[in-house]
């Protein structure tokens, strides 16, 4: 069993930056790919960013390529999501995922077993 908690969000305006964190429990967390994905109110939940389990190989949506950086500290099992140079359009809860047994695309949510709570991030204009 992993459990996620992610902590970092709030609120920023257009052009700032905020960095979110998921601690996992769990023995296992560097083995497990990891990813973030967000839902805005009234959207679907969306693929953001995923890691590998070594932090070697990363993924990202097209709509946060080269403004968001995802990384892992597995001695502190922890992965992090830097999000830099905000639009209002990435207003939406964040939730972190863990893969955990669960294998298929990083970029699919039915590729992860354990899910965070999720924390709001509202980026005004």
């Known amino acids: 069993q992993v459990q996620l908690v992610e902590s970092g969000g709030g609120l920023v305006q257009a052009g700032g930056s905020l960095r979110v964190s998921c601690a996992a429990s769990?023995?296992?967390?560097?083995?497990?790919?990891m990813g973030w994905f967000r839902q805005a109110p009234g959207k679907d939940r969306e693929f953001v960013a995923a890691?590998?389990?070594?932090?070697?190989?990363?993924y990202y949506a097209d709509s946060v390529k080269g403004r968001f950086t995802i990384s892992r500290d597995n001695a502190k099992n922890t992965v992090y999501l830097q999000m830099n140079t905000l639009k209002p359009e990435d207003t939406a809860v964040y939730y972190c995922?863990?893969?955990?047994?669960?294998?298929?695309?990083?970029?699919?949510?039915?590729?992860?077993?354990?899910w965070g709570q999720g924390t709001q991030v509202t980026v005004s204009s």
């Open positions: 995922a863990s893969r955990g047994s669960y294998t298929g695309s990083f970029y699919f949510g039915k590729s992860y077993e354990y």
């Open positions: 769990g023995r296992t967390f560097s083995t497990y790919g």
């Open positions: 890691i590998s389990w070594s932090g070697g190989t990363t």
